[in-house]
Nanobody, 123 residues
Framework: VQLQASGGGLVQAGGSLRLSCAAS????????MAWHRQAPGKERVKVAD???????NYADSVKTRFTISRDNAENTVYLEMNNLKLEDTAVYYCEADGWEWESGLATSAFRSWGQGTLVTVSS
């Protein structure tokens, strides 16, 4: 299962961006989808996640500003980012886990990462 992230770019502080990440492949089902970010010189950290039932979790640093959502029919997860701050500058990665299916049976679990999309917030 491959993930393709898009939507990053340059935005001024206080602005908004929407990231998208689409999953593709042969027969599969998605469980948890998530967004992580890695700022320059720092470790990758999880920003938000959402399960197949729509239950969400957020890092404290983004809780009131970011919204994660998903379109199960399109196998896509979104991250709506509002009131962006300089410290939100990072490469954002999507992640998904789930099952691959064959002939109606779950054959293997997977965990995939997107390629990363750069978000730069300027003053």
């Amino acid at each position: 299962v491959q993930l393709q992230a898009s939507g990053g770019g340059l935005v001024q502080a206080g602005g908004s961006l929407r990231l998208s990440c689409a999953a593709s492949g042969s027969s599969f089902s998605l469980n948890v989808m998530a967004w992580h970010r890695q700022a320059p010189g720092k470790e990758r950290v999880k920003v938000a996640d959402i399960n197949s039932g729509g239950v969400t979790n957020y890092a404290d640093s983004v809780k009131t500003r970011f919204t994660i959502s998903r379109d199960n029919a399109e196998n896509t997860v979104y991250l709506e980012m509002n009131n962006l701050k300089l410290e939100d500058t990072a490469v954002y990665y999507c992640e998904a886990d789930g099952w691959e299916w064959e002939s109606g049976l779950a054959t293997s679990a997977f965990r995939s990462w997107g390629q990363g999309t750069l978000v730069t917030v300027s003053s």
